[in-house]
T-cell receptor, first 109, second 115 residues
C-alpha cells in the first residue's frame, strides 16, 4: 500500500516556506525523498532511517517520526529551482518499497 | 561517470509488437531497478536485481513483461505483446547497496507509446 502525501499541490512565492508530508499505514524502515522536474528523472534528495532522525542540506530538510510512520520534508526560503514534483518512497521492515503519488510544488517569482 | 543510461529515449509502436527497453547501470552498482510511471498509478517498482539475480518481481504486471540482466552492465525489459495500456515512462535505476538505505540513481527514462 503506497504512502499518502499531502498536500497534492502547493504554490509559493520565492522566499516562502513549505512542508510536504508523507504518511504510511505500515511500519517503516526508511523514507526516501526525491524531486522530479517535468520530463526528467527523479533526483535523490535524502534518506531517513528509522530512529526518528532529521536530516538536511542547504535549505531542504526532513524528519521521520517512526512511531507515527510519518515523514515531513521542509523547504525554507524557497527558490525558483525548487519547483517540481516531490515524491516520498517508503521501505517497510519486510523490504517492500512504494512511492507516494507526489506533491507538485510551484515557486513563483 | 555517465550515470544510468537508458535506450531508447522514445519508443512508438503498435499494439501486439514486441518492445525491448535497455539499461546500463552505473559501474560498480550491485542493484538495478525497473520502474514504470503513469499519471494514474504513479511510480511503480516492477522488478529489481541484486548482482544480476532477480530478487523481487512482484511488481511485474503480467506475463507479457519480462526482465533480464545477463551481466553487471546491462539489463533489458521486454514487453511482448505490447498493449496501449503499457504506455508509460519506464525508468531504470541503480544503487550501490540495498534499496532500503541507499539512494537510487535514475536514468532519463524511456517514453513508451503503444498505439
Amino acid at each position: 500500500q503506497q504512502p499518502v502525501q499531502s498536500p497534492q499541490a502547493v504554490i509559493l512565492r520565492e522566499g516562502e516556506d513549505a512542508v510536504i508530508n508523507c504518511s504510511s499505514s505500515k511500519a517503516l524502515y526508511s523514507v526516501h525523498w526525491y524531486r522530479q522536474k517535468h520530463g526528467e528523472a527523479p533526483v535523490f534528495l535524502m534518506i531517513l532511517l528509522k530512529g526518528g532522525e532529521q536530516k538536511g542540506h542547504d535549505k531542504i530538510s526532513a524528519s521521520f517520526n517512526e512511531k507515527k510512520q510519518q515523514s515531513s520534508l521542509y523547504l525554507t526560503a524557497s527558490q525558483l529551482s525548487y519547483s517540481g514534483t516531490y515524491f516520498c518512497g517508503t521501505y517497510t521492515n519486510a523490504g517492500k518499497s512504494t512511492f507516494g503519488d507526489g506533491t507538485t510544488l510551484t515557486v513563483k517569482p | 561517470d555517465a550515470g544510468v543510461i537508458q535506450s531508447p529515449r522514445h519508443e512508438v509502436t503498435e499494439m501486439g509488437q514486441e518492445v525491448t527497453l535497455r539499461c546500463k547501470p552505473i559501474s560498480g552498482h550491485d542493484y538495478l531497478f525497473w520502474y514504470r510511471q503513469t499519471m494514474m498509478r504513479g511510480l511503480e517498482l516492477l522488478i529489481y536485481f541484486n548482482n544480476n539475480v532477480p530478487i523481487d518481481d512482484s511488481g511485474m504486471p503480467e506475463d507479457r513483461f519480462s526482465a533480464k540482466m545477463p551481466n553487471a552492465s546491462f539489463s533489458t525489459l521486454k514487453i511482448q505483446p505490447s498493449e496501449p495500456r503499457d504506455s508509460a515512462v519506464y525508468f531504470c535505476a541503480s544503487s550501490l547497496w540495498g534499496p532500503t538505505n541507499e539512494k537510487l540513481f535514475f536514468g532519463s527514462g524511456t517514453q513508451l507509446s503503444v498505439l
